[in-house]
Nanobody, 115 residues
């Protein structure tokens, strides 16, 4: 079993920045990839960024150049640094892990970009 807890969401003005954190616990040695997804009201959940166990990264086109995913293995934490935020980034952001035992989701953290 793997547990994921997100934090760092909040209200920010357009052009601002936030850093989301996802802390993993449980069978963390079995985790392969960790991703961030977001889901805006009335829309499907979409992949934002992925970091593999070998620290390769992938980004959705909409966030390339603005968001950075990273991991701190010592702290069992994956971060999503979000810069130059726009109202279109408003969504609930979820942490997602693919592990040997299965697929896991966090509870989500709300990000609202508004003036």
């Amino acid at each position: 079993q793997v547990q994921l807890v997100e934090s760092g969401g909040g209200l920010v003005q357009p052009g601002g920045s936030l850093r989301l954190s996802c802390v993993a616990s449980g069978s963390i040695v079995s985790i392969y990839d960790i991703s961030w997804y977001h889901q805006a009201p009335g829309k499907q959940r979409e992949l934002v960024a992925t970091i593999t166990s070998g620290s390769r990264t992938y980004y959705a086109d909409s966030v390339k150049g603005r968001f950075t995913i990273s991991r701190d293995n010592a702290e069992n934490t994956v971060y999503l640094q979000m810069n130059n935020l726009t109202p279109e980034d408003t969504a609930v952001y979820y942490c997602h892990a693919i592990a040997r035992a299965g697929i896991y989701w966090g509870q989500g953290t709300q990000v609202t970009v508004s003036s």
